[in-house]
C-alpha cells in the first residue's frame, strides 16, 4: 500500500511552502526520517522528512514549485507498485492548482508528530480560513462589511467560534479605493497591505537597535523646506472664495500623502514578526485636546483633492475637541503629521505612534534670510523633522522621502501633476 | 475553619446558579442563605405573583369573556386567601426544587447571614469560612416606602409586596403606589380579585421603562377594567389612619384625593449592601448604592470578591442575576465568558394582556439621533389571536433604517412573555429583520405578527 508525502505544516504560521530541492530521485530507497526534500516556509529552510519506509516513487511536484499545506508532493511505496488510482484528481491542475486541505484525502503520515506539535496532528486545517467556503459572520456584520467595503476575510471575529460581530468591524479599514489611474510605482493589487516576513537581518538589526535605544529605536532627520510657493499657492487659492481657504497643514497632509507613495518603505507598520507595507495612505493627524492628543486619520489621503482634505481635516479635528469621534475614525493610520507651526515653534521632534513607523513633525514657516540664485532674499521657509523607527526605516530611505516631500512642497503644482 | 474554592452569599436566582455553574467546573462551592433557597424571586416575587397573575387571569376569563365562547358558569366568586395558599405551595415547590439542585450538585448550603471578612473570608454565626478562590456576593434587595411623606411600611394598611402575597383576603379598596412592573402586576391582581384598585405613577405614564405604546395600549386596557390611574401624580401627603389611608396627589397642577384600606408601596427597592462587612473588606459601592464592579469580570474593589445580581446594579432582574452567576463562576473557574449584553435582556411585565421588551424603546431611539423605522403590527389582525378572542396589543419592532438592525422590539400580548425571546435570539446573533421574516412562521400562531412587524418595518408586511 503506497503512502503519499503531504506538503507539512513546518512552522506554526506556515500556509505553504516551496519546494527548494528533492534530495531523493524516485525509484530512491528511502527510511523513515530520511530527508526527502528542502522546503522553504515562511520563516526558513526545513527539511521534509519521510514518514514510512519505502520507494519514492513518485515527485509530484518539481522543485521550485510552492504548494499549499496538505497538498499532495510524492508518494512512497513499493517498487514497481501501481499508484495510478493515488494521483487520480491530482493530473491537469499542477502543483499550483492544487486545493489546499479540506479536499486534500487525510494524510497517511506517521503518527510521529510534525514540527508544529500537539496543535494539529492532521494537517487537514491550516489556518488558510480564507479559502474556507463558509465564513462565519453575523448578517448584520455582514450588511455593514459590504456597505462599508470592507474584506470579512480579513477580519478576526470576536463571537462565539470566531464569528465576526459587529464590533469586529470597527477599526477594520476598507478595501482600496478603485485603483488609481497613476503610475506610482504601487503595487495594483487589491489588498490593503502587503506583509513581509522579516529576514534574519532586519530581525538583528531591530533587536539591536532597541536594546540600545528603547522599544522603538528612533532616529530624526530634519530638513528646511522653501515655502514660498506653497504660500502664493494658498493665497491664489483663498481668492476663489471662502471654500478656496486651506490650511498649510492640508498641504503638508497631502505632500506627506503623495510622497509616502513614492516610498512606501516609510508608509508601514512595525508588526514584531514582520513589517507591514501599507498599499493605502491613511494620514493620522495630530490633534490637542483637552486634557492630551488624539490622532483622527485622514483615510486614502493620497488619492484626495486639496479641498476634501481640508473640509475633511476641519470636521474630524472639530469632533476630536467635542470628543465626538468613533474609534474608526482615530485608528489605522499608517503615518503620522504633528503641527506646532501655530505655536511658533520653529522645529521639534514627534514620537512615533507605534505601529506605524515614521511621524513627521512641523514647525512653523518663519521668513528667513536665503540664499535664492546666488542673492540673499527673504524667504518663507519651514522645517520638519522625520522621527523614524529604525526597525523599518533606515536612514537613506527616510532621506528620501524627506527629499520627495520637499520638492512637493517647494513646487506645489507637482502634487497636482 | 471549613474551606471552600467559592463562597457565595445570598441563595437567589443569582447566586444559587453561580453555584451549580461553579460545581459543573469543578469548584467546591457553598451558598449562605439567612432564608428559603431561591431568594426573593422564589419566594416572594417572581414565582408567587405568578401563580396569583394566573388565578386573576382565570378569574377575568370566567367573569367577562366566556359566554362570548360559548361556555357557562354560574356565579363567580373569587377567595384571594384560596389563590394566596396555592401561590405560597408553588414558591414552596420551587424552594425544594432549589434545595434539590444543591444537592445534586454537591453544594453546600450553609444556614445563616454571612459577613465578609477581609482576605476573601465570611463568617457565619460563630463560624468561620474561607474561600480559595473567590467570594460572590448576591445579597439582593427588599422592598422600600417612602418614609419622607409619611408612606412608611407599617405591615397593616401600609404593605409591600412581602405582605401583600400573604393577606388572607383582598382589601375592598387598594392604591399602589408605582406602577412599573410590580405595581402593575399587584393592580392587575387585586383588581381581579373585586378590589377597587387606584394606580399612582410619578413619571408621566404607567410602566414608565417600557415604550410609551406599551404603556398606553396597557392604561386603556385597564381604564376598560375599572382600574383607576394617575399618571405624572406626585403624592405630596399621606394620612395613614387605623384602617385607612388617604393620600393627597398633585396630578398635572390639580390636587386629587385617593382614599384606600391599604397602600401597596411599589415604588423601587433597596439593595442589601449594609451590615455584612462590605465596606470593612474594601468593597465599595457606586454613587446609586451598588457594588462598585468592573463590568469585564464583575469583580468589586475588593481582591477575589464579585458582586452579581441586584447587588451589582440595574436592571435588578432574576434571568440578568442568573445570567451574571454563569458568567463569575467562569471566570473564577479560568474561563473567558461570552461578554454580557446588558442591552439584550429582556423586560417582561406580566399583567393582562402582557408587556414585553427588548433594546431601545423609540423614545431612547430619538434621544439617540438614530435612524430608525418602525414596523408594527396589531393582534387584531392576527387569526390566532382572534381566535382565542385576545386581541388586545401589538408587536412593534425598531430597526436601523440602513442596515436592519433591530434596535428595540416591543410586544403586548397575551403570551407576550413567551414571545419576546424570537427576538432576543434575533438581537444576539446580529440577525435584522430580514433574517426574522425569513425564518418560515408557523401559522395560525400569535408569533406571525412578529415576522409581519419585521415586514412592516420594510414596508411590506403582508396581512394589514
Not at chain 1, 492640508?250 to 501599507?278: E, M, T
Not at chain 1, 512615533?352 to 532674499?377: C, S
Not at chain 2, 464583575?298 to 477575589?304: D, K, N, S, V, Y
Not at chain 2, 393582562?352 to 430608525?372: N, R, W
Request: charged share 25%; with cysteine.
Amino acid at each position: 500500500m503506497a503512502t503519499k508525502v503531504l506538503m507539512e505544516a513546518l512552522s506554526p504560521t506556515m500556509e505553504e511552502g516551496r519546494l527548494v530541492e528533492w534530495k531523493k530521485k524516485e525509484g530512491d530507497p528511502v527510511a523513515a526520517g530520511d530527508v526527502l526534500a528542502e522546503v522553504e516556509t515562511d520563516k526558513a529552510v526545513m527539511d521534509l522528512v519521510a514518514r514510512v519506509g519505502g520507494t519514492l516513487l513518485k515527485q509530484v511536484i518539481a522543485a521550485g514549485t510552492t504548494v499549499p499545506v496538505s497538498a499532495l508532493v510524492g508518494v512512497i511505496g513499493k517498487a514497481g507498485e501501481d499508484i495510478s488510482a493515488l494521483l487520480e484528481g491530482q493530473r491537469g491542475g499542477g502543483a499550483e492548482g492544487q486545493k489546499p486541505a479540506k479536499s486534500a484525502p487525510a494524510p497517511a503520515i506517521a503518527p510521529t508528530a510534525p514540527a508544529t506539535g500537539a496543535v494539529a496532528p492532521t494537517p487537514a486545517a491550516p489556518a488558510t480560513s480564507a479559502s474556507s467556503d463558509r465564513l462565519k459572520a453575523s448578517p448584520l456584520a455582514r450588511k455593514v462589511a459590504t456597505d462599508r467595503g470592507i474584506d470579512l476575510r480579513a477580519i478576526q471575529g470576536s463571537g462565539p467560534e470566531g464569528r465576526i460581530v459587529l464590533r469586529d468591524l470597527a477599526t477594520a479599514a476598507p478595501m482600496a479605493a478603485a485603483a488609481p489611474s497613476s503610475s506610482l510605482p504601487f503595487r495594483p493589487s487589491g489588498a490593503a497591505y502587503t506583509d513581509v516576513p522579516l529576514t534574519q537581518l532586519r530581525k538583528t538589526i531591530a533587536k539591536r537597535l532597541a536594546t540600545s535605544i528603547g522599544p522603538v529605536p528612533t532616529f530624526y532627520l530634519t530638513a528646511e523646506i522653501d515655502m514660498e510657493r506653497a504660500w502664493e499657492a494658498r493665497e491664489a487659492l483663498k481668492a476663489l472664495g471662502p471654500e478656496g481657504k486651506i490650511s498649510f497643514n492640508d498641504i503638508v497632509v497631502k505632500g506627506v500623502a503623495l510622497a509616502l507613495r513614492q516610498h512606501p518603505a516609510c508608509n508601514a507598520w512595525w508588526q514584531d514578526d514582520r513589517i507591514r507595507y501599507w498599499n493605502e495612505v491613511h494620514v493620522s493627524m495630530a490633534v490637542a485636546v483637552e486634557d492630551g492628543l488624539i490622532t483622527p486619520v485622514i483615510r486614502h489621503a493620497d488619492l484626495k483633492s486639496l479641498r476634501q482634505i481640508s473640509a475633511e481635516s476641519k470636521d474630524l479635528a472639530g469632533r476630536a475637541r467635542e470628543r465626538k469621534l468613533k474609534p474608526e475614525e482615530y485608528t489605522g493610520g499608517t503615518f503620522s503629521v504633528s503641527n506646532l507651526g501655530m505655536f511658533e515653534i520653529d522645529q521639534f521632534t514627534a514620537i512615533i505612534n507605534p505601529p506605524e513607523a515614521g511621524i513627521l513633525a512641523i514647525g512653523a514657516i518663519v521668513e528667513q534670510p536665503a540664499v535664492v540664485d546666488g542673492a540673499v532674499a527673504v524667504r518663507r521657509r519651514m522645517r520638519v523633522t522625520l522621527s523614524c523607527d529604525h526597525r523599518v526605516i533606515d536612514g537613506a530611505t527616510g532621506a528620501a522621502f524627506l527629499r520627495t516631500l520637499k520638492t512637493l512642497l517647494e513646487n506645489p503644482l507637482a502634487m497636482v501633476w | 475553619m471549613a474551606q471552600f474554592d467559592i463562597i457565595i452569599l445570598g441563595g437567589g436566582p443569582a447566586g444559587y446558579v453561580c453555584a451549580i455553574r461553579a460545581a459543573q467546573l469543578g469548584l467546591s462551592a457553598a451558598v449562605v442563605e439567612k432564608d428559603k433557597l431561591g431568594g426573593v424571586c422564589v419566594n416572594i416575587g417572581c414565582i408567587p405573583t405568578k401563580a396569583l397573575l394566573h388565578s386573576a387571569y382565570v378569574a377575568n376569563l370566567v367573569s367577562h369573556d366566556l359566554k362570548d365562547i360559548g361556555v357557562e358558569v354560574g356565579a363567580v366568586k373569587t377567595d384571594y386567601g384560596v389563590a394566596m395558599r396555592r401561590s405560597r405551595k408553588v414558591a414552596e415547590q420551587n424552594s425544594k426544587g432549589v434545595e434539590f439542585l444543591m444537592k445534586k450538585h454537591k453544594v453546600t448550603v450553609i444556614k445563616g447571614t454571612g459577613t465578609l471578612l477581609p482576605g476573601r473570608k465570611v463568617k457565619v454565626g460563630a463560624d468561620t469560612h474561607e474561600a480559595r478562590k473567590a467570594v460572590v456576593l448576591a445579597t439582593g434587595s427588599r422592598v422600600k416606602g417612602i418614609p419622607q411623606i409619611g408612606l412608611e411600611l407599617n405591615g397593616s394598611t401600609v404593605i409591600s409586596s412581602d405582605e401583600a402575597l400573604f393577606l388572607e383576603q383582598a382589601p375592598a379598596s387598594l392604591a399602589v403606589v408605582g406602577a412599573g412592573a410590580v405595581g402593575c402586576e399587584f393592580a392587575d391582581i387585586f383588581n381581579a380579585f373585586g378590589a377597587k384598585v387606584t394606580l399612582i405613577e410619578a413619571l408621566p405614564r404607567i410602566l414608565p421603562l417600557e415604550d410609551a405604546e406599551a404603556s398606553d395600549a396597557i392604561a386603556k386596557v385597564y381604564r376598560k377594567r375599572g382600574i383607576q390611574t394617575f399618571a405624572g401624580a406626585k403624592v405630596t401627603k399621606a394620612a395613614v389612619g387605623k384602617d385607612k389611608v388617604t393620600l393627597t396627589l398633585e396630578v398635572a397642577g390639580k390636587t386629587e384625593t385617593v382614599e384606600a384600606d391599604r397602600v401597596l408601596m411599589a415604588a423601587g427597592r433597596a439593595v442589601n449592601t449594609e451590615n455584612m462587612g462590605f465596606k470593612e473588606a474594601g468593597v465599595q459601592l457606586n454613587e446609586r448604592g451598588f457594588v462598585k464592579v468592573d463590568l469585564k469580570t464583575l469583580e468589586t474593589t475588593a481582591q477575589g470578591v464579585y458582586a452579581i445580581g441586584d447587588v451589582a446594579g440595574p436592571p435588578m432582574l432574576a434571568h440578568k442575576g442568573s445570567r451574571e452567576g454563569v458568567f463569575v463562576a467562569e471566570v473564577v473557574a479560568g474561563q473567558h465568558p461570552h461578554p454580557i449584553r446588558y442591552d439584550n435582556v429582556p423586560s417582561v411585565t406580566y399583567c393582562h394582556p402582557e408587556v414585553a421588551s427588548i433594546g431601545l424603546t423609540e423614545d431612547q431611539c430619538k434621544e439617540k439621533k438614530l435612524d430608525y423605522q418602525v414596523g408594527r403590527f396589531p393582534f387584531s389582525a392576527n387569526g390566532r389571536a382572534r381566535a382565542s378572542n385576545e386581541t388586545d396589543g401589538f408587536v412593534k419592532i425598531i430597526r436601523d433604517r440602513k442596515y436592519g438592525e433591530i434596535l428595540g422590539a416591543h410586544i403586548v400580548a397575551s403570551h407576550a412573555s413567551e414571545m419576546i425571546h424570537e427576538l432576543a435570539v434575533a438581537r444576539e446573533n446580529e440577525y435584522t429583520v430580514e433574517e426574522v421574516d425569513l425564518a418560515i412562521h408557523a401559522h395560525p400562531t400569535l408569533s406571525e405578527a412578529i415576522a409581519e412587524a419585521a415586514l412592516d418595518s420594510m414596508g411590506r408586511a403582508l396581512n394589514i
